[in-house]
């Protein structure tokens, strides 16, 4: 009886780690895609948010997919970044796999016209890049990487990939106008005697901007 329990978990297990089989046709994208995969099983919302925001599907479908479905995260976001590389909507490619199933994602985009190497198979792997520079971990195309968003997620700091640092602020909060050692903003008086007699007031070293 012990045996038998032991075979059944074991077949389980096997069941949720080899279920989510991609099969693009390229090693890569693959590896993208089972890394957004394991993201959107971790962070639901900033998963959604992209799937939503920046490849355009539905809230509604995508709540279909993953919940009464039973689709994997990594399936849905393919299905609606094939959808975007085309101009149509998402649930059309969901349709289309709906038809062969069992074929893998690659098939599907060659039913639609997009083949491995194609310069819309190149668009899509520019998009996974932009996702990934969404949530925080730049990446280039082809480059070998693996991301454990378990390290790397929302909250958790930024992640670096081969000498891309992902911790690096950028905007407004980087500019040097904003940082309290910057030439010119109260540099002007600070050259004044402190016994009050007032030597280079107003002829500050800064050229600062007012």
């Given amino acids: 009886m012990a045996l038998l329990l032991g075979l059944s978990l074991a077949g389980a297990a096997q069941a949720q780690t080899v279920g989510y089989n991609i099969r693009t046709g390229d090693v890569w994208v693959d590896t993208r895609l089972g890394e957004i ?75 639609m ?37 378990a390290q790397h997620g929302p909250g958790k700091g930024k992640g670096k990939s081969n000498g891309h640092p992902g911790g690096k602020k950028s905007g407004p909060a980087s500019s040097h106008y904003d940082h309290p050692s910057s030439k010119g903003n109260g540099r002007g008086q600070g050259n004044s005697d402190r016994g009050g007699h007032g030597k280079g007031q107003g002829k500050g070293k800064g050229k600062g901007h007012d």
């Avoid at 083949?115 to 198979?121: D, Q, R, V, W, Y």
């Avoid at 792997?125 to 949530?135: P, S």
Wanted: glycine share 12%; proline share 7%; charged share 20%.
């Fill in 37 to 111: 995969n394991d993201y959107g099983r971790r962070y639901r919302e900033p998963f959604i948010n992209e799937v939503s925001g920046y490849y355009g599907a539905p809230r509604s479908l995508i709540d279909e997919l993953l919940d009464r479905r039973g689709w994997a995260p990594g399936d849905v976001y393919y299905a609606c970044a094939i959808a975007r590389s085309l101009g149509v909507p998402c649930l059309n490619v969901v349709r289309e796999y709906d038809r062969n199933p069992g074929q893998g994602w690659g098939a599907v985009a060659q039913r």
């Fill in 113 to 149: 016209g997009i083949k491995p190497g194609s310069p819309a198979f190149h668009a899509l792997k520019r998009g996974a890049v932009g996702t990934y520079d969404r949530w925080g971990y730049p990446i280039t195309v082809h480059q070998s990487v693996h991301v454990d968003w």
